[in-house]
């Protein structure tokens, strides 16, 4: 992907996030069928970063969590939008919330955007490219074991799915979009998710991927790719972290419920 296409996505992931901070102050609130919250913001945003994305690339498939939109993930382009990962923190006024996008190419994500307007942050993640977080490049640690005083990130879902077996101190901000941001500054040893959507993960493994993370089943294998992983299912656990560290809490964590 070239300056350019960077640039715009960059761009685009920012006038949303304006787009949803104007709206802040006077949502509209409904509920989606899985129990969660949806606002007016997150239907607006969607509809601007789907606008952008089909004007400069209007051969490529869009999925996004609140619009059903294009469900054709057979292109070898697949762009896959979370308007507000953190609806319910955007909701309650915590500035933890990010607008989120993402692609694949022939299943593997090869760019990310993580906007997260409160705080101030940007993360980009582009093939062969590097992660930055706000222009300055940013980089994995290496990790060879697990002590208590690290911060392990469970979503959400992972929180009841998951039990990790190891000394650890778990957190969870309510965006996985930010787990993986924040897995680039060294602030959490790996990320679980659980029970996860597409739009939930690919814009963050995008970006942890150039930072020197990998994505692993529970079982301890690398998943290179997302192919064959439907666009609006969802899917087994998965963490993500550095190898070494990757391999040693996928050793460690047990399932508790099946996905939903």
Request: net charge negative; glycine share 10%; aromatic share 6%.
């Amino acid at each position: 992907m070239n300056h350019e296409d960077r640039q715009f996505l960059i761009n685009l992931a920012h006038q949303a996030g304006e787009l949803a901070r104007r709206h802040s102050d006077k949502l509209q609130i409904g509920g989606k069928a899985d129990g969660s919250l949806v606002t007016d913001a997150d239907i607006e945003v969607e509809k601007l970063i789907r606008a952008g994305l089909r004007e400069r690339w209007p051969d490529e498939a869009i999925v996004g969590e609140e619009m059903v939109g294009s469900t054709d993930t057979d292109t070898n382009n697949v762009w896959y939008i979370d308007p507000i990962d953190g609806t319910h923190n955007f909701i309650g006024g915590l500035p933890l919330w990010a607008v989120c996008i993402g692609r694949c190419t022939q299943g593997v994500p090869t760019a990310g955007v993580i906007y997260a307007p409160v705080l101030g942050l940007t993360w980009t993640g582009f093939a062969g490219q590097g992660a930055y977080l706000n222009g300055a490049p940013a980089s994995i640690p290496a990790c060879e074991e697990i002590v208590r005083s690290d911060m392990i990130a469970f979503t959400t879902e992972a929180t009841s799915d998951l039990q990790l077996e190891l000394p650890h101190s778990q957190r969870n901000l309510g965006s996985g979009a930010l787990h993986c941001g924040y897995l680039t500054t060294g602030a959490f040893k790996a990320c679980l998710f659980s029970n996860w959507l597409m739009w939930d993960v690919v814009p963050g493994l995008a970006i942890a991927a150039e930072a020197g993370a990998t994505a692993y089943n529970l079982a301890g294998q690398p998943l290179p790719t997302l192919t064959g992983f439907t666009a609006r299912d969802r899917h087994e656990p998965i963490i993500v972290a550095a190898p070494r560290c990757g391999e040693l809490v996928a050793a460690h964590t047990t399932q508790l419920r099946q996905p939903t």
